[in-house]
Antibody, heavy 120, light 107 residues
Framework: EVQLVESGGVLVQPGGSVRLSCAAS????????MDWVRQAPGKGLEWVAR??????????EYAASVKGRFTISRDDSKSSLYLQMNSLQTGDTAVYYC???????????WGQGTLVTVSS | DIQMTQSPSSLSASVGDRVTITCRAS??????LVWYQQTSGIAPKPLIY???TLQSGVPSRFSGSGSGTDFTLTISSLQPEDFTTYYC?????????FGQGTRLEIK
């Protein structure tokens, strides 16, 4: 059974940093691109970042709203995905989901999400 | 960026009704479109990908169509568990973008 479990959500002050983790199991993690997607309270879904697999040099893509502040990374030996979030703003308050990217490039499995609240 | 516009934003219907939700892309995305269902507080679940391919395990009352810029999600006979929120998403180019969502409510 595919499982994605996020952790690291916290209350942080504006300008602070947070590192989210996503532990994957039930599939060959190294075979898949992975995404982070967020959802602000009461709002819609916003794609945040993607990391490709080793054969694609672990290359990355970011939404303009987070580029230069957030860094997506992975550790295939630990089947784990990460999101380093720096210079956090109140607008970054959201539930952050990690998601597995299927061969057709949509997200076919999602974690349960972890809440990051940016507030003073 | 490719803008995704869903309509309607909300829709009232009854159990057993047939409903259609539309999604329009601001430029050609071929068939690179997925429909997600999200129940409040739970992670999104893919229903249809590549515009018209049913995700494994999804009931056959869900169907998708379209290509290029105009897409539809149809639910042929609404069940009680279908009254929730639906999103389209394009994955033709970066940044990946979502529609604003359609909330399906019980009439």
């Amino acid at each position: 059974e595919v499982q994605l479990v996020e952790s690291g959500g916290v209350l942080v002050q504006p300008g602070g940093s947070v590192r989210l983790s996503c532990a994957a199991s039930g599939f060959t993690f190294s075979d898949h691109y992975m995404d982070w997607v967020r959802q602000a309270p009461g709002k819609g879904l916003e794609w945040v970042a993607r990391i490709r697999k080793r054969s694609n040099s672990y290359s990355t893509e970011y939404a303009a709203s987070v580029k230069g502040r957030f860094t997506i990374s992975r550790d295939d030996s630990k089947s784990s995905l990460y999101l380093q979030m720096n210079s956090l703003q109140t607008g970054d308050t959201a539930v952050y989901y990690c998601a597995r990217v299927a061969i057709m490039f949509h997200c076919d499995f999602w974690g349960q999400g972890t809440l990051v609240t940016v507030s003073s | 960026d490719i803008q995704m516009t869903q309509s309607p934003s909300s829709l009232s219907a009854s159990v057993g009704d047939r409903v259609t939700i539309t999604c329009r892309a601001s430029q050609n995305i071929n068939s690179a479109l997925v429909w997600y269902q999200q129940t409040s507080g739970i992670a999104p679940k893919p229903l249809i990908y590549a515009a018209s391919t049913l995700q494994s395990g999804v009931p056959s009352r869900f169907s998708g169509s379209g290509s290029g810029t105009d897409f539809t999600l149809t639910i042929s006979s609404l069940q009680p568990e279908d009254f929730t929120t639906y999103y389209c998403q394009q994955y033709k180019s970066y940044p990946v973008t979502f529609g604003q969502g359609t909330r399906l409510e019980i009439k």
